[in-house]
């Protein structure tokens, strides 16, 4: 997978995967941070703003549906890895300038 962070340009196998707004607030945000443990509220405040911090539910439906555009298998995903009840982690290290 390429993350082109410049251009706000996805693409998995060649392939260019198309998200939405809010789908590349979240991929962006976890992006920056590879490997590092972002908690729900942390996200929920990047990408959605202040007074969102308690609405997991929503992140999770975000990155599940995240899920289904960047992992190869989105049942068993090793890019976008839970940490049960705290948040999650972008486990994809960055590869070269502005690219993941």
Excluded: N
Aim: net charge negative; aromatic share 8%.
């Amino acid at each position: 997978m390429e993350i082109d962070l410049s251009t706000r340009r996805v693409s998995r196998d060649g392939t260019d995967v198309h998200l939405t707004k809010t789908e590349w607030l979240l991929l962006e945000a976890m992006a920056e941070y590879p490997g590092k443990l972002l908690t729900h509220q942390w996200l929920l405040e990047r990408v959605w703003g202040a007074g969102y911090q308690e609405d997991v539910e929503v992140l999770r439906v975000f990155i599940s549906q995240l899920r289904k555009k960047v992992e190869p298998d989105p049942t068993t995903p090793t890019i976008i890895v839970t940490d049960p009840g705290i948040g999650y982690r972008w486990a994809v290290a960055a590869s070269g300038e502005g690219e993941v």
